[in-house]
């Protein structure tokens, strides 16, 4: 009798093990797409912040932090980081409620090496999505990394530049997780920057 219930309960946990491998695909590909769907209106929204301003149309939304410094060794470091968000509005209300971040956008430089990073957060402002494209000593680098709501990382992609100057896909090495955990660590910073920036208060 014992026997017969535990081949039962193997056969009910075998059942369940591959409806639970299938949710939770489920849940990280529904993640990817959401990232790829919002990364695609945080370009849009820098896009056309930038037009505003090249257009002198008072209407432009973001805020620049630039960090200017010599270090010993690399020379002048110039590290621009960008900040775009939306406002929480109420009809009732003149002015926003507060602001959540979208995207950061960051471009700087340790000597030779430039990279591109952005940031982008969900609706509740959890880490996303991440991107960056680098170059380091004449190899071109872009890594994409997508992320849960706790932060951890779902998935990533690597690509380098071959010989014909074509971006194709490249195995994970140590440089690269360095890189990745760099960048989750860097979402919390980034984000306690920009509601720090705005909960300043104004007199008038």
């Given at each position: 009798m014992k026997k017969q219930i535990i081949i039962v309960l193997l056969l009910l946990v075998s059942i369940a093990m591959p409806v639970a491998a299938q949710k939770t695909d489920k849940n990280v590909e529904e993640r990817v797409q959401l990232a790829r769907d919002r990364y695609a209106v945080g370009l849009e929204n820098i896009s056309i912040n930038k037009q505003y301003e090249r257009d002198e149309v008072p209407a432009v939304n973001y805020t620049t932090v630039t960090r200017q410094q010599n270090w010993a060794g690399s020379g002048m470091t110039i590290d621009k980081m960008e900040f775009y968000y939306n406002e929480i509005e109420d009809d009732m209300e003149p002015y926003p409620l507060g602001y959540k971040l979208v995207i950061m956008r960051r471009n700087y430089n340790i000597g030779s090496f430039e990279a591109l990073e952005e940031y982008l957060y969900d609706d509740d402002e959890h880490p996303l999505f991440w991107f960056t494209r680098y170059n380091d000593y004449g190899q071109?680098?872009?890594?994409?990394?997508?992320?849960?709501?706790?932060?951890?990382l779902i998935r990533t992609i690597c690509k380098t530049k071959d010989d014909n100057g074509k971006m194709t896909a490249c195995d994970l090495n140590e440089d690269f997780e360095g890189r990745f955990n760099l960048a989750k660590s860097n979402f919390k910073r980034f984000k306690k920057a920009f509601q720090s920036l705005y909960d300043v208060e104004y007199s008038y």
């Open positions: 071109i680098v872009e890594l994409r990394g997508y992320f849960d709501t706790d932060g951890s």
